[in-house]
């Protein structure tokens, strides 16, 4: 495993790398630290805040284009700029039901599923975790 395939590729790929590594981490805690706490709601506008540059960042990273420049992995970055306001808007008028449910799916799906498919050879993240 080398980050030098991730350092040098073009911007915003290290900065939307890094930003998915940190959302990883804290919302791995998030999912395990209990809930309603202050270190929760601290945590969680961070975890927030970096979904939503992950998210925005996917737009200027189009090496697999499909239609246009881009792929169908931006769909998943537009239902994260919905939802991810949503799932923290739960929180605030206390529907903590939704509010889980959604933040779960957002961590599993546009985290982790999609941090899958990063993996496929000719990624950037293949040749970190996996070499040329």
Do not use: C, D, E, N
């Amino acid at each position: 495993m080398s980050l030098g395939p991730l350092l040098s590729a073009p911007p915003p790929i290290p900065w939307h790398a890094f930003a998915a590594f940190a959302a990883l981490a804290i919302g791995g805690a998030q999912l395990a630290l209990p809930k309603g706490t202050a270190r929760h709601r601290v945590l969680g506008y961070a975890w927030v805040a970096l979904m939503l540059v992950i998210a925005i960042s996917s737009f200027w990273i189009q090496q697999i284009r499909l239609v246009g420049p881009f792929s169908p992995i931006h769909l998943l970055s537009i239902l994260v700029l919905v939802t991810v306001p949503l799932a923290a808007s739960y929180a605030h008028t206390h529907k903590v039901a939704a509010h889980r449910g959604a933040m779960i799916k957002l961590y599993l799906f546009a985290l982790v599923g999609a941090g899958i498919f990063t993996l496929l050879p000719g990624r950037v993240m293949h040749a970190v975790v996996f070499g040329q």
